[in-house]
Structure formats: C-alpha cells, structure tokens
C-alpha cells in the first residue's frame, strides 16, 4: 500500500464515520423545525429526495456520535500522519505539469492536515463536523445533490477556508435567493457549487447558467411535492433487504432511463443544454430499453450490520427471477467454501456445463430476438463473444469433473528465505475419478497415487514441487479431492472432504483474518523488494491489530446477485 493510498484510506474511514447517519439525540436545527413536517423529525434530510428520483442514498439514523468515533479510531490504520504527508509533499515537483493530478494531490495533502490531531469527538466537533451526521445523496432527475449535517457551520467554514488556501484553490462566489454559495471549478458549462447554510453542507453540480428556481430546488428553498420520506421508500427497502436504518440507496435503471429520454425534472434538461445534449431519441428503442430494465431493475445498496464490533456492507444488481433462477443454478457445493477456517481462504463454486448452457442459452435468445436500436448492436454480439471465450480447450477439458474449489491458508512463514506455508485445495468434482484423470495431465504423480473414495492419504512426490515445499498429500471422496500441504493425516484431511457447504448459494467466497496480515507482513520484512515499503508493512501490522476477519463473497439473493463485505475488529 502506497502512502498516498494510506492517507485515502484514513480519510475514506473518517467519511465513513461522517456519512452513517446521526444518532436519535441529536436535535435537528431549528430553522429545520421550521421547514420539516412531523413525521421527518427523526430523518429531516429525506425531506429534500423526491420520490421519483432515479437515485438515491440516504440515512434514517445510526450510531451515536461517540460510538462512531470509537469505530473510526478502531479501524484507521495509525501510521504516522505527518510521515506519511511528507512523502506526498516530495511528490508534488514529479507532478507538477498535471494540473489536475497536481491540484488533487495538494487537496488530499490539505484535508490530511486538518486531520492531525484529531484525537476526540470535541477535535472533530471544532472541525465544524458532526462524526455521524444525517445525511443524503440524490437525483433531481439527473442533477446530483449531496448533503450532509453539520456541527458547526461557521468552524466549518474556516476549517474549508484552510483546507482551499492550503490547496491553492481560490473559488468563485456567487449568490441566490439571497443564498450565498462558492463556485470550486473553472468556468465552463458545468460547476460544482458548494453552500453552507442551516447547519448543512450542501454540494452540486449545476449549469452555469442554472436559474434561480432550479438552485432553488437544489437549495431545498422549494421542495419536492412527494418525497421517499413521505412514500416510506427507504423504510421499505431497508425492511425487504434487511438493511440497518444507518444508510441505504437505490438505483433505478427504468427511470434513469426514462429521465435521460423523456426529461420530467427541470435539473436534466438543464444539465442537458449546458453541455448540448439531446435527449435520447428511444423512439425506435423503447422495447429494447423495457427488455432491458425489465431484466435489470437496477441496483441497491445498504448495510446488514453496523455496530462497534462488525460491520457489513451490501450491494446487489437486482434481476428477474429467471436471471435469479439460472444464476442458482449455477451454484455447487464445495467442502469448505464460505467458512472462516484457517488464516485466509478463497473458493469458488461454479457449475461449468451448466455455465456454458446458460451462456448459450441467453445468445440463442438474443439471436432469435437481436436487439433493434443502432445504440443497442453490440449488445446482439455480446453474448456470441462471451460463448466463445468460455467455449475453449481448457473449460472443455476441466468443466465436467470440476465444479468448484476452495483454498485454505492455515499458516505462512518464512523458511530459508522463501515462503512456506501450511494449507489445504479441496476440489469440488460430480465426477472425481473424472478429475483425478484432468489433474493427471497436469501432474501424473497424482494419478498414479491409486487414490479411492474414503481412502488413506497419499504423498505426492514431484519434480515438479519447489525444493524445500511441505510435504503434499492427497485424499479423494466421493464428491471431492483434497491437497493438503504439510497436512499428512489421513483423518484430517477426509474431515476436510467432509467439511459442511455453505447454504448461503456462493458463487464466490474469501476471508483473510488478523493473524493473515501479521503473518504476511513478517514475510514482507524479510523479503527484499524495491516495491514493499516499511510504512507498507507498519500497515498490514496494525491491520493485523485492529482487524479479527475480513469476509466478502458474491452470491445469488433473492433479488439478484449480491456482492457483499464484512469487517469484525478485535
């Protein structure tokens, strides 16, 4: 990890915290009050989300703020700050002829000062930032709004004020409604604006030209006729998807879609001139968008956890139910795949026969019923390609007798100056005599080891094996092969071929606990490269610290298929 990165990611963890929401005992402001109905008390940014935007990202309520900050302060990595700035201060002259990328090294270099020191929720209250504020993310059509709430407006000001002089960013301002608002970018056809107002950071992206009333939409002057707040949207998706109230959204492809063709909101067609854009002519294409977004209703996102001991994060790329049914099918069963034995692990579970019917299935449909549209053609071609990517050699050779794998670390060190480790490859077969003879093309030790079903371990000798390896053994089941580094137990590794599968339908699985990251930064420490820095190593020690198991899978849901990350802390 570069230091750059290092400082990203302390400050993605600090956003993090700012984003998830505000806890119930923080009184919303009083010109808030004011302007919420009743019901919105407890979530008053739901109030400026139209109903029908195409998008949206937003919170009811979270942890509080203490809380928060304690998860934040758990899970930053804690190099030094100052050290790790130093090295991006000396970077600046190598980049000095890319504006852009120069402007945004300065700006990262800037918000990481303001950091230093922050050791308290008061230090980040003085910021003018609350650690857990409500907040929101959405489409005024298609022009985007973020909010957030703020602890202090006016030392927040001054901490924006740093943060711009520091970056040698002068921004322009500008007034509406008797609104006041910075203007960051160069002139052009499209600004992002930045406003501070009712104990809110507001930032957009507008024409130049916007007029008053659609900055009055953006400003929440005037707002929308319905809102998820008054439709109960969110609730609702945090209730079918079993998301936390601490921050979910959704994506509608139909009606992105259909704000890009038939513009409703005056902020689209806005955006639209401003860069002389004509909306889409799907005149010739609307059944072809409906096949589309019929299939692919759009996307979701939310958290099923978010406390002080794990967290976890969920996005899924909703189908219809015959995607969601031949997806499933997809799914084997795989010894091992999705538990958290060992130090680390990753498996996959993939039917290949079934994979190539379903892909030459979904290309038969589309040749029997190709796409019309001249936007849509080299969606008719798509599946024909993939069909004959997948249709190769090697997926012919090993698709019937292997359906899945799952590797397993259970410890990694250094032995005369290369790694060794000790470990386990379970390989999920409907037919393992089958694979036993594909592994043997391969490697024709292992055929000749006259493995059976239920059958003594057997060590694999081969040239091919890198001096000074662990011993390989291997076992056989009825639905499995198992190669079991510096594992020679018989029994051992026949509970390994026994190991429970997982209900969950994985497509694919990983893990790596704190133990993993401690054991690979001993290992990066004793390994000469120009590439693996002692600030890199510090990083994997202290990950190592702070995290107890890092999970994150792909999976068939319900409503699709779900790609998913957890984090437990020690």
């Known amino acids: 990890m570069k230091t750059k990165l290092s400082i990203a990611v302390t400050l993605a963890l600090f956003s993090a915290g700012l984003l998830s929401g505000c806890s119930d005992d923080n009184e919303p402001t009083e010109a808030a009050t004011q302007e919420e109905a009743p019901k ?20 009811r309520e979270t942890l509080p703020e203490q809380d928060a900050f304690d998860l934040y302060q758990r899970m930053q990595p804690m190099t030094t700050l100052e050290s790790d700035l130093d090295e991006l201060r000396n970077t600046l002259p190598e980049i000095e002829d890319d504006e852009v990328l120069h402007s945004m090294m300065t700006l990262l270099i800037a918000m990481g000062e303001e950091l230093i020191g922050v050791e308290s929720l008061e230090d980040v209250h003085a910021l003018g930032l609350k650690m857990s504020p409500q907040a929101a993310f959405y489409g005024l059509g298609i022009l985007p709004v973020m909010r957030m709430q703020l602890q202090d407006e006016e030392a927040f000001r001054e901490t924006l004020q740093r943060i711009l002089t520091k970056a040698d960013i002068t921004p322009r301002t500008a007034t509406t409604n008797g609104t006041d608002y910075w203007v960051l970018t160069p ?4 600004q992002a604006i930045l406003v501070i107002e009712g104990q ?38 945090e209730e079918r998807h079993g998301f936390t109230p601490y921050g979910a959204g959704q994506l509608y492809s139909s009606r992105l879609f259909n704000e890009l063709s038939t513009p409703t909101h005056s902020g689209t067609q806005a955006l639209m001139n401003a860069v002389d854009a004509e909306p889409l002519d799907l005149s010739t294409c609307q059944a072809d968008i409906d096949r589309i977004t019929s299939r692919f209703p759009g996307l979701v996102m939310g958290m099923r956890e978010y406390n002080l001991d794990r967290m976890e994060m969920n996005l899924i790329l909703e189908t219809d139910e015959q995607i969601v049914t031949d997806l ?56 024909d390609e993939i069909n004959m990517a997948i249709n190769n050699p090697i997926t012919m050779m090993i698709g019937p007798s292997l359906s899945g794998f799952n590797a397993r670390i259970d410890s990694l060190t250094m032995k005369n100056g290369t790694p060794n480790g000790v470990g ?43 001096p000074d390896s662990p011993p390989l053994y291997a076992a056989m089941s009825e639905t499995a092969v198992a190669l079991g580094v510096g594992i020679s137990d ?81």
């Open 40 to 59: 919105n008390n407890a979530a008053p940014m739901l109030k400026y989300v139209p109903a029908n935007s195409p998008y949206f990202m937003a919170t």
């Open 187 to 190: 002139e052009g056809p499209l």
């Open 328 to 383: 499933r099918a997809l799914t084997t069963q795989v010894p091992g795949l999705g538990s958290t034995g060992g130090m680390a692990s990753f498996g996959l579970g993939l039917d290949l026969p079934v994979l190539l019917q379903t892909v030459q299935k979904y290309a038969q449909e589309v040749r029997q019923n190709p796409f019309s549209c001249d936007e849509l053609q080299e969606l008719n071609g798509t599946w």
């Open 424 to 466: 386990i490859l379970t390989l999920a077969s409907q037919n393992p005599l089958a694979l036993l003879s594909t592994v043997s093309a391969f490697m024709p030790e292992i055929g000749a080891l006259g493995l059976e079903p239920g059958g003594k371990a057997r060590q694999v000798e081969s040239m091919m094996l890198p």
């Open 490 to 570: 018989s029994a051992a590794l026949q509970s390994e071929l026994q190991a429970p599968t997982s209900e969950r339908d994985l497509l694919f699985h990983g893990h790596m606990t704190g133990e993993f990251y401690q054991a690979l930064a001993n290992v990066m420490e004793q390994t000469a490269s120009d590439e693996i820095t002692a600030s890199d190593i510090e990083v994997l020690k202290q990950y190592g610290d702070a995290y107890q198991n890092t999970e994150y899978w792909f999976r068939v849901d319900d409503a699709g298929v779900e790609m998913s990350f957890s984090l437990e802390l020690n």
């Open 200 to 237: 809110q950071l507001l930032v957009s992206v507008v024409p130049q030209n916007a007029s008053d009333d659609l900055l009055a939409q953006v400003l929440g002057k005037t707002l929308p006729d319905s809102t998820i707040g008054d439709t109960g949207a969110l609730a609702e998706l």
